[in-house]
């Protein structure tokens, strides 16, 4: 299959079960949500270990309906995420390309975004995991800054507690402008949607 005929995969990380739903970890996996709700769709069970919708993400430059794109939500905790990354882009054919993946980034301020392809992990388990399981970290990120934890908590402790309530009455506005993020990723192209997302507000 063609890359111009292969859907785009978008995978938003976080760790399953109702315990972790609010994490700052699992920011990835709410901005997938989001975007099954523009679509009206919604996130069904698939064999790969995953929660999938295929829809159309965002509108071209015409106006029309924007590219083909399964999203999904892995099944596994965080630090497995890559098995299910893997077989959803061998089963839907995707090239790794047209891989986006959307994670908390803790070196990013709160509510920033940044967009990128490939570079380091940063420690975070479930881009190490994608990229084991990948071969390569030449797959797309979004990166939904979380922040540094305060004083001297440690990192994967802050990761794994809910936002606070300050945090979570932007949340929704954040949430909306990854999900365009992602939108503007596959419908402008890396360079181009850069531009956008990272200019100053």
Do not use: C
């Amino acid at each position: 299959m063609s890359e111009a005929s292969a859907p785009w995969l978008v995978v938003g990380l976080g760790n399953p079960g109702p315990q972790y739903a609010g994490n700052r970890h699992n920011v990835g996996a709410m901005v997938v949500d989001e975007l099954a709700d523009r679509a009206g769709g919604r996130l069904r069970s698939h064999k790969a270990r995953a929660s999938v919708e295929s829809v159309r993400l965002g509108t071209d430059p015409g106006g029309g309906p924007g590219p083909r794109g399964v999203i999904a939500v892995p099944h596994s905790y965080m630090n497995l995420s890559g098995g299910p990354t893997k077989a959803l882009a061998s089963f839907y054919s995707v090239p790794v390309e047209q891989v986006v993946v959307v994670h908390d980034e803790l070196d990013i301020p709160f509510g920033e975004l940044r967009l990128k392809r490939g570079g380091g992990e940063g420690g975070h388990n479930g881009l190490r995991s994608i990229s084991a399981s990948l071969g390569t970290k030449d797959y797309l990120r979004v990166r939904v800054g979380v922040g540094r934890p305060p004083g001297r908590m440690d990192a994967a402790a802050y990761v794994l507690k809910d936002f606070s309530s300050t945090e979570r009455k932007e949340l929704p506005f954040v949430l909306d402008e990854a999900a365009d993020a992602v939108e503007l990723l596959v419908t402008l192209g890396l360079t181009d949607a850069q531009q956008r997302v990272h200019a100053p507000r």
